[in-house]
Structure formats: structure tokens, C-alpha cells
């Protein structure tokens, strides 16, 4: 009986090191700290935006952050993948952040994701681009139930020169009590348990191995939709609730009309606030370099997003890629243009005047949700500026009528030092119904070098150097100095 006992003592434990054995097979970790100082009344833009959130408008400011990470096994049909990220912050919106948490499973090219994971926009540079207008990493990540394509996959019989790529998701926003607090006693409109929604499709023709012209084109559309929005009405919160049921689900995902428990408008229109852009690349490669370019185009509603009016707004860019040389490796000139917003007058069909006008889009704001932004840092393109901005308590977009030209340069010159250069310049109209008195003129400078040394292996150093000048967001001038330790937790 002892001998069986001692038997049995000895299977469980191999069995529970052989889990634990396969379980953190491959583990990696991160550990990164990041102090911002800064003059001014905020942060330079370039040390808060398109940082995936982790971030701060409030100028000295830093943060301590850890992670575990296991990526795919790709010589594996079946494989999973996870990560946990959480970080520590001083003049964050949160002093406590979890960043990343996620479980993916992958089988074959398909791909299963569920929790939060940092996620960029397509077919930009994120190192380098203001971000998409849709999707760009500007704000923290959305906690999401995600099926994906998330590499192209080649069509049968087409010998790879048709690939197709894409997603479906379901997520839930996490900044509630944000909303609440951001909002305090101004009394404007707020939101809890606002469910999110988002799908795209994409084609790339071309095959850089056999031909030096490829196209890459999509669709990709979101939404916001369920929850409560509270509104001020004589003296007090007045309570909308958008939930009617499990069928909205497949309202937002072929989008029709809510059903009798929601408000009118969104009977008669579309439930929930949807957006979207197409979008649009072609790249040619040399030898040894590359140039490609890209389009963008957004859209609010159903006219923007076909022909009824035209596309005039825009994000357009071209992206070189030399040779290796110690000079440049990747340029990035962007110009974004979104003023014409479809014009100036909305018009529902009356008897008078029987013609529909579908115009004033107002750009990532909406009637009863808080506008396309997560912890009040725009989900979008980060030059629409965010309503983290705003001074009043108005979770709302001030400013979305803008031009703007943007350049941004890498490189490395030195074995083991990295530079980055960006520079933005925009001017800022506000928007149509609230809009400025004198255009806003602004400047956005960063300037970064990376250093990671030999004789310390997976350590990183960066020091950055940012300002703005300007009449949007004021005077600013700032520094940050981030640390980073990256390596193998488990073999």
C-alpha cells in the first residue's frame, strides 16, 4: 500500500510538471519603465500618442510595466499562444493598468483570440504613420472574442498571386468608471457597458517573388452598440439603455435597425454607432528597395462609405524602404485631410423639401454614445484630437476638421543605435458645429535614439526629445527616458 501510494504521489507530480513543463514552454518576459518631463501645459503629442494608451496627456508622468509571453509554435498545425502585461503608473488616467491579457489558439491559419492584445492598424507603418483612421494604437486595447485570418492566406488554384485576409470580433469598453470621473459634476453624457464591434476584409493581388507590383485593398468597419448612455435632463441623468437583446449582435454585424426598446432614431437608422474606411495600397519593389503607396478613405455613414458623395477626405501616403545603408532605412510622408465631412447640412426628407441630405458626418462623435475613443484617447487617427484634451468634462471630439502633412524617418547609423524622426504639421478647424474662431496652427516634433549595447543582451535604452508649438495645444517641451529588458523565461 505504501509502495502504491508512493507510486501514485509520483505520477501526480510528473504529470503536474510535465503540464507545467508544456504550459510555460517558450515563455518570455518583458520588464520596461518609461519617466516623462515635460514644460508646458501638457506632454508633447509625440510622447502620448499612438503608445497604445499606455500613456499620459498630465506632463511627469512614468510608469513600470512586466509581461509573459508565449508566442505560436509554427511548425505546428495546432499551437496557443498567451500574454499578461500589467503595469504601475504616476499621472495616468489609472495608477493600475492591465495592459495586455490575452489567450489565442491557432489552427492552421485560423485564429482564435480572447482578452486584451495590442493591435495596430493595416497596410501603415505604426512605427512611422500617424496611424489609420479607423484603427491606429493610439488608445489601450479593447478586451475582445476575435476570429481571425491574421496573415494572408493564398486562394486555392490561383499559384499565390490572390491572397485574402481578415477578422470578426465582439469586445466590451473598459473605461466606465473613467467616463464617470472624467465627467464629474459637468453634467455632459456619459456611457457604461458599451459593447464593441469590429470586422474587416482584405485582398492582397501580387507576387513579390515572381512579379514587382502588389495590391493590398480592404474593408474594415466597427461599431459601438448595447449598454446605458446617461444624459443630463432637467436637473438630473436621464437614462437611455441601447441593449435590447442577443439579436443586436447580428443587427451591428449586417447592420439594420435596433428593435422597440431602443430610441427612435436608432429604429429608423442603423443601431449602435458605426464606422469604417476603405482601404487601399500598392507597392512596387526594386532590387534591394521598395515604394509604396496607400489610401484611405473614412466613413461614418452609408452615403461616405459608397459614391453618393465624394472623397475628398482622406488619409493618402507613400512609404520608401532602402537599402541598407547608415543613413535612412524607412521614410513616411502622410497628408490627412478630413474638413468636408460630406458638408455642412444634415436634411431629413420632408414634405417641403423632399430631398435627403446626409451630410455633417462629424467625425468620431455621436448623438448617444461617447464618440470612437477608449479611455479617452482616440481610437482612430490621433491628429483628430482627443477628448483626454478637453478641459470642460466632454467626452467628445472638439476638434476633427484638420489638414495636416506628417513625415517620419528611421534609421540605424551606428551598429546597435536607433534613430526616429517625426514631424507633424496640421492646421485645426474644430468642428462644424462648434468651431473655432481663427484656424489652430500646431507643430509636433519627436526626435528618438535607441541604443541596445552587446554586452548586455536583450536590454534596450531609449532616450526621446519632443515639443509642440502652436495655438491647438499650447507651448510644450518635454524628455522620457525608457528601459527595457526583454528574454527567454522558460526553454
Known amino acids: ?6 507510486y501514485l504521489l509520483f505520477v501526480f507530480l510528473y504529470l503536474s510538471f510535465f503540464t507545467y513543463a508544456q504550459f510555460t514552454k517558450g515563455l518570455n518576459y518583458s520588464v520596461e519603465t518609461g519617466i516623462n518631463f515635460s514644460g508646458g501645459e501638457y506632454t508633447p503629442f509625440w510622447l502620448v500618442s499612438n503608445k497604445q494608451g499606455l500613456s499620459s496627456v498630465i506632463k511627469n508622468n512614468g ?31 489609472s495608477a493600475f493598468i492591465v495592459q495586455q491579457a490575452y489567450v489565442d489558439l491557432k489552427y492552421k491559419v ?93 485582398i492582397k493581388i501580387g507576387n513579390e517573388k515572381k512579379a514587382p507590383l502588389v495590391f493590398e485593398g480592404g474593408l474594415e468597419m466597427a461599431a459601438q452598440f448595447g449598454g446605458k448612455s446617461y444624459t443630463w435632463n432637467k436637473n438630473r441623468y436621464q437614462v437611455t439603455k441601447m441593449y435590447s437583446g442577443f439579436t443586436d449582435f447580428f443587427k451591428v454585424f449586417i447592420p439594420a435597425g435596433g428593435g422597440s426598446s431602443v430610441p427612435m432614431g436608432e429604429q429608423t437608422n442603423i443601431l449602435g454607432n458605426h464606422l469604417g474606411s476603405w482601404n487601399f495600397s500598392l ?69 417641403i423639401i423632399p430631398d435627403q441630405v446626409s451630410a455633417l ?32 468634462g466632454n467626452i467628445y471630439f472638439s476638434n476633427n476638421r484638420i489638414k495636416a502633412h506628417h513625415i517620419g524617418i528611421c534609421g540605424t547609423p551606428f551598429s546597435g543605435i536607433d534613430y ?61 527616458i525608457t528601459i527595457c529588458k526583454t528574454g527567454l523565461f522558460t526553454k
Request: overall charge positive; proline content about 4%.
Open 1 to 6: 500500500m505504501k509502495f502504491r501510494g508512493l
Open 63 to 93: 510608469y513600470i510595466r512586466a509581461g509573459l509571453f508565449r508566442q505560436f509554435e509554427k511548425n505546428k498545425d495546432f499551437s496557443y499562444a498567451m500574454g499578461i502585461d500589467l503595469a504601475g503608473a504616476y499621472n495616468f488616467t
Open 110 to 202: 485560423l485564429n482564435l483570440s480572447i482578452g486584451s492584445k495590442e493591435r495596430n492598424g493595416e497596410l501603415k507603418n505604426p512605427f512611422l504613420s500617424t496611424g489609420g483612421l479607423t484603427f491606429s494604437g493610439n488608445a489601450r486595447p479593447i478586451p475582445q472574442v476575435r476570429l481571425e485570418f491574421p496573415d494572408y492566406v493564398a486562394f486555392p488554384w490561383t499559384h499565390e498571386w490572390f491572397f485574402i485576409k481578415g477578422h470578426v470580433a465582439y469586445g466590451l469598453f473598459t473605461d466606465d468608471n473613467w467616463q464617470k470621473d472624467f465627467t464629474g459634476n459637468s453634467h455632459y453624457k456619459y456611457t457604461e457597458h458599451v459593447l464593441y464591434h469590429s470586422k474587416a476584409l482584405y
Open 283 to 351: 507597392s512596387y519593389k526594386f532590387d534591394n528597395w521598395k515604394v509604396r503607396a496607400y489610401y484611405e478613405h473614412f466613413f461614418e455613414d452609408h452615403s461616405m462609405m459608397f459614391f453618393e458623395y465624394a472623397w475628398k477626405d482622406c488619409l493618402t501616403g507613400v512609404e520608401i524602404t532602402f537599402p541598407k545603408n547608415r543613413v535612412i532605412n524607412n521614410f513616411v510622408y502622410e497628408y490627412l485631410g478630413s474638413r468636408d465631412q460630406s458638408g455642412p447640412i444634415y436634411h431629413d426628407a420632408t414634405p
Open 361 to 392: 458626418d462629424n467625425y468620431y462623435n455621436h448623438g448617444i454614445y461617447t464618440g470612437w475613443q477608449h479611455w479617452g484617447m482616440g481610437i482612430g487617427n490621433a491628429l483628430l484630437t482627443s477628448p483626454i484634451y478637453n478641459k470642460n
Open 420 to 480: 526616429r524622426l517625426l514631424v507633424t504639421r496640421s492646421r485645426n478647424w474644430g468642428t462644424y458645429s462648434i468651431p473655432f474662431k481663427e484656424i489652430r496652427k500646431n507643430t509636433s516634433f519627436l526626435l528618438e535614439l535607441s541604443y541596445l549595447p552587446r554586452n548586455l543582451t536583450s536590454w534596450k535604452f531609449t532616450a526621446s526629445f519632443a515639443f509642440d508649438r502652436g495655438d491647438l495645444m499650447g507651448n510644450n517641451t518635454g524628455g522620457m
